[in-house]
């Protein structure tokens, strides 16, 4: 494991270096290791994953005012699933760093979703035993939160009623959406859609789908109701 690549990627720096390694240390490896004092990281996964759920569930309240309870529950939920994790993993490259036994090396511990989903809590585990919630949270709000922002979840947020539940507050609103753009080739098409509200353009979002791109447009306009 390269800590100091791993510290220089991150903008970070452990005050303890054996916590960091243990965020990173497998099962399998302690197992094939048992002459040597080591830990694995499934201590380190059970506490990062408690740091998660309160830095996404604190973001998620501050920054949508007018989000029911039950709705922030769903786009938590998509934000702190395995394939969620897996793909920040992914991202910052934490595969490269693992300590895994060759069993698991093997058969592709290096990029496993469960495996790698882990560790990217076991390391939120340990930056928050070695420097406290503010750091981890900084660290979330570099690596995770800007995704929310851009509608990275918008899959499992229903922002088309949360619109139609506040512009219905006003019987006297109308709202409409339509597609205005069809971008790509058939096989990867990109979709351009728009609200409508009161027949005056509130808002653009583009999707993969139809629906996804209407989810986003209707994200677009909550933003500008909760800022």
Same mark, same amino acid.
């Given at each position: 494991?390269? %800590?100091?690549?791993?510290?220089?990627?991150? @903008?970070?720096?452990?005050?303890?270096?054996?916590?960091? $390694?243990?965020?990173?240390?497998?099962?399998?490896?302690?197992?094939?290791?048992?002459?040597?004092?080591?830990?694995?990281?499934?201590?380190?996964?059970?506490?990062?994953? !408690? &740091?998660?759920?309160?830095? %996404?569930?604190?973001?998620?309240?501050?920054?949508?005012?007018?989000?029911?309870?039950?709705?922030?529950?769903?786009?938590?939920?998509?934000?702190?699933?395995?394939?969620?994790?897996?793909?920040?993993? $992914?991202?910052?490259?934490? @595969?490269?760093?693992?300590?895994?036994?060759?069993?698991?090396?093997?058969?592709?511990?290096?990029?496993?979703?469960?495996?790698?989903?882990?560790?990217?809590?076991a390391f939120l585990g340990a930056l928050y035993l070695d420097q406290g919630f503010d750091i981890a949270l900084k660290f979330l709000e570099d690596n995770v939160f800007p995704k929310i922002d851009t509608g990275a979840f918008s899959?499992?947020?229903?922002? $088309?009623?949360?619109?139609?539940?506040?512009?219905?507050?006003?019987?006297?609103?109308?709202?409409?959406? $339509?597609?205005?753009?069809?971008?790509?080739?058939?096989? /990867?098409?990109?979709?351009? !859609?728009? &609200?409508?509200?009161?027949?005056?353009?509130?808002?653009?979002?583009?999707?993969?789908?139809?629906?996804?791109?209407?989810?986003?447009?209707?994200?677009?306009?909550?933003?500008?109701?909760? /800022?």
């Open positions: 494991m390269n %800590v100091e690549q791993l510290e220089n990627r991150l @903008g970070l720096i452990f005050n303890n270096h054996l916590l960091l $390694k243990q965020a990173f240390t497998h099962s399998s490896y302690v197992n094939e290791h048992r002459n040597h004092a080591l830990s694995d990281n499934e201590r380190l996964e059970f506490l990062g994953d !408690a &740091v998660l759920e309160l830095g %996404v569930s604190q973001y998620l309240y501050r920054k949508n005012p007018t989000m029911p309870e039950g709705e922030m529950t769903k786009l938590r939920a998509s934000i702190v699933c395995e394939p969620s994790l897996y793909n920040f993993a $992914k991202e910052l490259k934490f @595969g490269e760093h693992l300590f895994l036994g060759k069993g698991e090396e093997q058969t592709g511990g290096r990029d496993r979703p469960a495996l790698l989903a882990d560790v990217f809590e899959h499992g947020m229903d922002y $088309k009623s949360q619109l139609q539940e506040l512009v219905q507050q006003d019987k006297n609103q109308t709202i409409e959406y $339509k597609i205005i753009e069809e971008k790509g080739p058939s096989h /990867n098409k990109e979709f351009v !859609a728009k &609200v409508f509200i009161n027949e005056g353009t509130s808002g653009t979002g583009i999707g993969r789908t139809k629906k996804e791109a209407e989810q986003r447009a209707a994200k677009k306009v909550l933003d500008t109701f909760n /800022n």
